[in-house]
């Protein structure tokens, strides 16, 4: 994403992307100063608490093979969704943003299945569990449906060209 200053010391933003930056928050039209912007990416911050909650989540799964095992797979999958999002949000193109939001989207599913698989073998209790399961969902369904949005922009900007 690209954000420029003008001479005024404003934000304007000028990416394709729908994604907007922190620094360029644009309200009614008008840019505002940086000083003036408040309001944080709240999906990004979705992104770090999901990450954060499975981190700290991980020291309730038992110590065996196989909960070490899902407990990295976890922690990766978990942490490479919003490492993957932040991508998204500086892709150099539609087709770019759209493939990394993909990504995001298989991660947040490999996610959610280590999580389940972690409750149906008895490693951790489904009331740990079941807040993550349902911010996974969640990021999962909003990520999914930027997706479906991001691609039929694309369909509609060839039917124009």
């Known amino acids: 994403m ?3 200053k003008d001479l005024r010391g404003l934000y ?3 990416a394709k992307c729908k994604v907007q930056s922190e620094k360029c928050k644009m309200q009614n039209g008008k840019a505002k100063k940086e000083t003036e912007m408040k309001i944080p990416n ?12 499975v981190i700290k ?6 110590r065996n093979f196989a909960g070490r095992h899902i407990a990295g ?13 932040e991508e998204a949000c500086g892709a150099e193109s539609r087709q770019d943003f759209i493939h990394k939001l993909q990504i995001v989207l298989k991660e947040l599913k490999e996610s959610l299945f280590w999580l389940r698989i972690s409750v149906k073998a008895d490693l951790v209790t489904a009331e740990a569990t079941n807040p993550l399961l349902r911010e996974g969902k969640e990021l999962a369904n909003i990520i999914g449906k930027s997706v479906v949005t991001a691609k039929r922009g694309r369909k509609e900007e060839r039917k124009f060209a």
């Not at 989540?57 to 038992?62: E, N, R, V």
């Open 73 to 85: 797979q976890l922690i990766r999958s978990s942490t490479s969704a919003g490492a993957n999002y």
């Open 57 to 62: 989540g991980i020291a309730k799964i038992q």
């Open 42 to 53: 709240k999906l990004s911050e979705r992104f770090e608490e999901f990450a954060a909650g």
């Open 2 to 4: 690209i954000v420029l």
């Open 12 to 14: 304007l933003n000028n």
